[in-house]
């Protein structure tokens, strides 16, 4: 959050009071005099003030120090003074005067609110902290004092110093709302980790933008506070801070990629994609963007541009061993796996220790169903990172397909090991379980479990629990368990098979019949839908890590 200081003057009273007593008497002619020099003081002064005010700081100066050496305790010579030294940066001659004003009028909140504002900006929090606390005690209405305390509380980082500067920008922003209090507020907020905060207080911070100074509405600072609310997911709020920030700076590469993000997040692919589009339109060359392209035209299903987009984002940064890596996934999932053998060569010859690109290696040789290939490729990602859990659950995998069940389930135990927090490997040694002669039931229904724990939508893992019930005569359990894959993923057809066979037992004839019925509708695809559902548990898996 940019710095936020408060100073303010109020002018002393320029006409000295009336007083009684005889003009003759030395006394009175003292008083006389004394009341004279300060008429002149305030004179000065308010000569003073004027000039500041017009912009001449050099006759400003001249004659608040006139004023000075005829009254040393005018208050508010000394804090136009303060406010000059401040202004041209001179902030120990500033603390010097706020210093003097304040001692020169104790009782002056004013005046404690100035001391305590050059304190701050000198660093030193626990004196400014202390003058601001006096000021309120004085007035506690000052939003001024009230901001800067807020200020040096927010400073605290700590949830309890959060909490007392949200509580202090409250009360300063409904004394006089402000726009840099009001984004202040919603910058607390995010901090708190209170979104639903933010997003109540957005609305009126957007309102008094009109009214903010330039700092708050510069490219900069609009994109810093869109950041933070896209990270927050408050993607809507997002948007209108980045297309803000790169209206005014239309070639900054890391405001478009966030605001396409900030698209993306909000399932507006075409607003991502034309974000996208427009910059490269205008001229921007760069990798994140090209990169941030591919990601949304594949999403879109338009693959046959989202491989050229990350084929120009690894042109334009070639050095980048993460865009090498996605490039070949891309292309490993889009079905072009002897494509990505051969980019993955060419990235290796650069980055020959990269355990990615060697893991990302296996991965396309496994699709090419090259298994002895793909094995050597993922022991080498081994060697380089043997913390690389998925690439022992695509060991594990291929020991699956050459029918070596006890080894697939140590790679799958070695892989748990390292990372039990993965659905899908648990999803896989469970089905490994249940291939040993005779089935490990117990086992394959703990693996199962622990799956649907971490990913409840996990449909394949449903299934397969499903099936497991049949297997072991929970008929019930089976065809609460099918009833709820098949309303989930109206099209998987295995599905359909297995709970028609459920109902039989159950004696639900008809239904049964007609579960068959819909699954001879869809077996026809039951092929390709097989190899689409293998082909999500490995870009699953491959999503574990990366």
Do not use: C
Not at 62 to 76: E, G, M, W, Y
Not at 523 to 532: D, F, G, I, L
């Amino acid at each position: 959050m940019s710095r936020i200081l408060r100073l303010t003057v109020v002018l002393a009273m320029l006409v000295a009071p009336g007083y009684s007593g005889t003009v003759d008497s030395p006394q009175a002619k003292e008083v006389s005099r004394t009341k004279a020099a300060a008429r002149r003081a305030s004179a000065l002064v308010v000569e003073g003030a004027a000039a500041l005010e017009r912009g001449d700081a050099i006759t400003a100066k001249k004659l608040l120090r006139s004023a000075l050496a005829i009254d040393p305790t005018n208050f508010t010579a000394r804090s136009y003074l303060g406010i000059i030294a401040d202004q041209s940066g001179q902030l120990g001659e500033a603390e010097r005067q706020f210093a003097a004003a304040a001692t020169a009028a104790p009782s002056s909140p004013e005046a404690r609110n100035n001391h305590g504002a050059i304190l701050l900006k000198l660093g030193r929090k626990q004196q400014a902290a202390a003058e601001f606390e006096a000021s309120l005690r004085l007035n506690p209405n000052q939003a001024g004092a009230l901001v800067n305390l807020g200020q040096i509380r927010f400073d605290g980082g700590t949830p309890q110093n959060l909490r007392l500067a949200q509580a202090l920008f409250e009360r300063a922003h409904r004394l006089a709302p402000d726009p840099e209090v009001a984004r202040a507020l919603i910058v607390v907020a995010l901090r708190l980790h209170e979104p639903q905060q933010a997003e109540k207080e957005f609305p009126e911070y957007t309102e008094l933008l009109a009214k903010a100074p330039e700092s708050l509405r510069s490219s900069k600072a609009r994109g810093e506070l869109g950041s933070a609310l896209l990270e927050a997911g408050l993607a809507k709020q997002a948007v209108v801070e980045l297309d803000a920030a790169v209206k005014g700076a239309p070639s900054d590469v890391k405001n478009i990629v966030l605001l396409a993000r900030a698209y993306q997040q909000q399932k507006d692919l075409p607003g991502a994609g034309r974000t996208l589009e427009l910059a490269i339109a205008r001229g921007v060359q760069a990798a994140p963007i090209y990169a941030t392209l591919a990601d949304v035209y594949k999403a879109t299903g338009h693959v046959e541009n989202a491989i050229p987009a990350m084929h120009r984002a690894t042109q334009l940064d070639p050095k980048s061993e993460a865009y090498r890596f996605r490039y070949a996934m891309l292309l490993t999932d889009t079905l072009a796996p002897q494509a990505a053998v051969i980019r993955l060569q060419e990235a290796l010859s650069e980055f020959p220790d990269s355990s990615r690109l060697w893991f990302a290696m296996g991965l396309a040789q496994f699709q090419d169903n090259k298994n002895e290939a793909a094995a050597k490729a993922f022991s080498h990602a081994l060697a380089l990172d043997p913390k690389m859990s998925p690439a022992l659950a695509y060991l594990g995998m291929i020991d699956v397909d050459l029918g070596k069940i006890p080894e697939a389930i140590d790679q799958y135990q070695k892989a748990l090991a390292i990372d039990e927090r993965s659905a899908v490997q648990h999803y896989l040694i469970a089905e490994a379980w249940t291939k040993l002669t005779p089935p490990d039931n117990g086992r394959t229904e703990e693996h199962l479990r622990r799956a649907l724990v971490l990913d409840p939508q996990f449909q394949q893992a449903h299934l397969a629990l499903g099936k497991l019930y049949f297997r072991t005569n929970r008929l019930p359990e089976a065809v609460a368990e099918l009833e709820a894959v098949v309303k989930a993923d109206p099209k998987l057809a295995e599905a359909y098979y297995q709970l028609g066979r459920a109902y039989m037992r159950v004696k639900r004839k008809e239904d049964a019949q007609a579960a068959m019925t819909k699954f001879e509708q869809l077996s026809s695809t039951e092929k390709e839908q097989s190899e689409n559902e293998r082909r999500d548990i490995v870009r699953r898996l491959a999503d574990v890590r990366f």
